[in-house]
């Protein structure tokens, strides 16, 4: 069982506004990337609509979170990325739907010139700590479902003994620990 714990506003800092500035605790790391408003099919969901596109990313974080074992309750950290600062009140309400308001992850919010696509309002990216694995092996995953077929930089990684990820082979030599070399060079064991 992993015990977090919340810390609202530190010595000498002032208190987060629906958020806390600093969250503790121990586990297995859960790291989301960031979800953008997209269904199953990767098509936009809610154009122009803050409070629908932040609904559809929580689900997805919701999803994602689910296929490592996780929930809300897990998160320590939550990056929101919007067009329009005035959106983030849309973006918390549907944070506040699904968090532990009591006890809220830490947060940033970026303003940020453009997201993947035209269209696209909000991004929320997720960290959390979950309880150590009762199975040996693990299996990490680049996203929590197949990638659009439009969209580049996407990558599989595979099962690997005693929580170890591995690249899949290709044109990278790749080390027992993860490291990745130049293509031609081979992977250098360390101890």
Partial sequence: MVV???????????AGRGYSQV????????????????????????????????????????????QAGAGFDDVVKLAFFVLDVADLPAVRAARDAVIDTGRPPASTAVQVAALVAPGYLVEVEAWALVGEL???????TAACRPPNPGVTGWHQTIPARAGRAREPSGDRATSRRGRTAPPGSAPRETG
Avoid: K
């Fill in 23 to 66: 969250v503790t605790g121990r586990g297995r790391l859960v790291v989301v990337s960031g979800q953008v408003a997209q269904n199953e099919r990767g098509e936009l969901v809610g154009p122009g609509d803050p409070a629908a596109q932040a609904r559809q990313v929580f689900e997805n974080l919701r999803r994602c979170l689910a």
């Fill in 4 to 14: 977090l714990q919340h810390v609202v506003a530190p010595d000498g800092v002032a």
């Fill in 134 to 140: 009762a199975a040996p092996e693990l299996i990490l």
